[in-house]
């Protein structure tokens, strides 16, 4: 989960999202011991008790297939949506000046070209 939720999260709120599915894994690793221990008491052996709590989550784990990559939402997407609600002005695009830009007097390999003279 914590893998997928920087992709589909604005960045404005994804430090508080983080801050959630850390608390849920914890208290999900102690609900699952907790649960185990408990069952290892109440089955009669300890294999029951692992493929009780182990069955149930497979078809959950399935449902990570279902997760696309073109079906999440475009980050720079949701960061322009969230600017444009809360009137922030996005820093205005590379210019032609920029490093990765390529200069006019620059051949393919990317190193100045001596001017004709």
């Known amino acids: 989960m914590a893998a997928l939720l ?3 999260v604005p960045t404005e709120t994804r430090a508080t999202a983080n801050g959630w599915v ?3 894994a914890v208290f999900g690793g102690v609900a699952g011991l ?3 221990g408990f069952l290892v008491d109440a089955m009669p052996s300890y294999q029951a008790a692992a493929m009780a709590l182990f069955l149930p989550v ?3 784990a399935f ?3 279902l997760v696309r990559d073109e079906q999440a939402p475009d980050i720079a997407e ?3 949506t969230i600017h444009a609600e809360h009137g922030i002005i996005d820093p205005s695009p590379a210019d032609d000046t920029s490093p990765s830009a390529p200069r ?3 051949d393919a390999s990317g190193l100045d070209v001596p001017a004709d003279e």
């Open 104 to 106: 006019p007097d620059a």
């Open 58 to 60: 497979v078809p959950l």
């Open 22 to 24: 850390g608390t849920a």
């Open 34 to 36: 907790a649960g185990f």
């Open 6 to 8: 920087n992709e589909v």
């Open 78 to 80: 949701i960061d322009r």
């Open 63 to 65: 449902g990570y297939l």
